[in-house]
């Protein structure tokens, strides 16, 4: 029996798997959820002797049913290989001061490589399978990762074309060198005068305007997204959170079902959930941190009980987290609340007045850590550990503090690790050692290489010497019209 997804709005179209990837978002503006959550169907012990691959494998074909097995390993297979720069695809490193998974690894050193390595295979295969044959458009905001971890998934992949929003001032200068030099005849990349919110708000609009979908599919084209939106994206992040406990149980922090924590830096709220399903399909996890920056919604809703946007937006040292509109928190109101009524009447509070109340009662804890804390506890863990975290993974070390401090649970806990520190080089040395505040952001990249001792990861070594191939500037308002030029 195929699970099914359906939107967490009402819209009552129940669709495969494949379906649901290729689609992205219901009509009605809701997220595809599985009519039922997964269960896991191994013994837990099973995973020690599984790769990445094999978990990948066994975790997957639970969620996506209706893929066939050779469909899957050739999708996991084609993902998860030496485009990582390690075997392990996602180490745990323990430390004294904390332990961290590893989730950097990939083309892009930062996590949403995880899931957008594999997301352009399963839509190719889902495309085949569905027999669609129009030519497959991803839209992409980003908050900076998303961003170039798609281009780099998507570029010359046959049959789709991708475009990319990004916040012009809200992204880094590496992130934004990476997005701006990318290759291949499909992509495009525009920076937005605007948020990060601006430009998903933008984007979603886009594929729930009716009229304009007909009339590109008239000229063969179909909307997809590679944002956390897409389940295609979530899958895929629920089978670390598997391989990080088989990993600590091999490290000695917990017995084999034992009980862990996961501290996770979050912003749209994909990662996190993705955890949430591999808890619910029984992974032995205690309780959820979710850690905010500056921005922090989330910590006041798990706190109150109101999600609230009406604040200002900050721009802080990790911008891939300075969202307020954390688009996956709808799948949890619907399961939570087991309601489409109320989950669709909560999003339209939340877009008409920019708020609404809930009490998320289940396994989540929010905190958040200012720049100050993600700086202190930089330095602190180099000092001890001389381990170097980025400012994203930071914001999870300092929350965790927070949490440990509150609350007193001794649960072993893993923070996940959302980027290499190369990638935020700059702030990560100023956090370091103040002498570095005025380093140039590229020079940064050196200074940090000898100062931990670790080499500058191949893809972003002489980023700022490649080819700008993308100039676009463009009004949050223009958004749609860029679109259909693009698709001229
Ligand atoms: C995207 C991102 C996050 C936030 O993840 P969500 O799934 O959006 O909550 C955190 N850290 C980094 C480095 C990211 O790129």
């Not at 709005?9 to 599985?34: C, E, M, Q, W």
């Not at 969620?63 to 998860?80: G, K």
């Not at 959930?273 to 006041?300: H, Q, R, T």
């Not at 550990?385 to 007193?408: E, F, I, P, Q, S």
Request: hydrophobic share 40%; aromatic share 10%.
């Amino acid at each position: 029996m195929d699970i099914m997804f359906k939107s967490t709005r009402g819209d009552k179209n129940y669709l495969t798997a494949s379906k649901a990837i290729v689609k992205g978002i219901a009509d009605d503006g809701g997220l595809f959820v599985p009519e039922a959550m997964p269960k896991m169907d191994f013994a837990l012990e099973d995973i020690l002797n599984w790769d990445y691959r094999e978990l990948a494998y066994r975790v997957l074909r639970l969620v996506l049913t209706d893929y066939t097995e050779e469909e899957l390993r050739y999708c996991i297979n084609s993902a998860y290989d030496d485009k990582f720069d390690t075997e392990l695809i996602a180490p745990l490193s323990v430390n004294g001061s904390a332990s961290f998974l590893e989730l950097f690894h990939g083309r892009t050193i930062a996590f949403k490589d995880m899931a957008l390595s594999i997301l352009p295979y399963l839509l190719k295969t889902a495309a085949k399978k569905n027999g669609v044959s129009e030519e497959i458009v991803i839209l992409t905001a980003t908050s900076g990762d998303t961003g170039k971890a798609a281009l780099e998934g998507f570029a010359d992949v046959e049959g789709t074309r991708i475009i990319v929003f990004f916040p012009e001032d809200g992204v880094s200068d590496v992130q934004k060198a990476q997005m701006v030099t990318q290759k291949g005849a499909n992509t495009c990349v525009a920076g937005i005068r605007g948020n990060f919110d601006d430009a998903q708000t933008a984007v979603k609009r886009i594929f729930t305007d009716n009229a304009l979908k007909a009339e590109l599919k008239e000229r063969g084209y179909v909307f997809s997204s590679a944002n956390s939106i897409n389940i295609g994206r979530l899958a895929p992040q629920i089978v670390y959170y598997f391989y990080a406990y088989a990993q600590a149980v091999k490290a000695g922090m917990i017995k084999m079902g034992g009980k862990l924590n996961f501290t996770v830096p979050t912003g749209n709220f994909g990662n996190i959930l993705a955890a949430y399903y591999a808890k619910n399909m029984g992974l032995p996890v205690n309780k959820l941190i979710c850690a905010s920056n500056d921005n922090k919604v989330l910590y006041d809703f798990f706190k109150s009980g109101t999600y609230d946007i009406n604040r200002d937006f900050t721009v802080t040292v990790s911008p891939s987290m300075d969202i307020l509109i954390s688009s996956n928190l709808e799948r949890l109101l619907y399961h939570l609340s087991g309601s489409e009524e109320k989950t669709a009447s909560l999003m339209s509070s939340l877009s008409n007045g920019g708020r609404y109340d809930f009490k998320a009662e289940d396994c989540f804890e929010g905190e958040y850590a200012t720049v100050e804390e993600t700086f202190a506890g930089i330095k602190e863990v180099f000092e001890k550990d001389k381990y170097v975290m980025d400012t994203h993974t930071a914001v999870a070390y300092g929350a965790y503090k927070k949490y440990l401090a509150r609350t007193g649970d001794n649960t072993p806990n893993i923070i996940v690790s959302t980027a290499s520190p190369y990638k935020f080089a700059k702030d990560v040395l100023k956090a370091i050692d103040g002498k570095y505040a005025d380093v140039d952001p590229f020079a940064a990249l050196d200074e940090l290489s000898g100062v931990s001792g670790t080499l500058i990861p191949e893809p972003i070594r002489g980023i700022d010497k490649r080819e700008v191939l993308h100039k676009h500037v463009i009004d949050k308002e223009e958004i749609k019209e860029f679109v259909k030029e693009q698709l001229q």
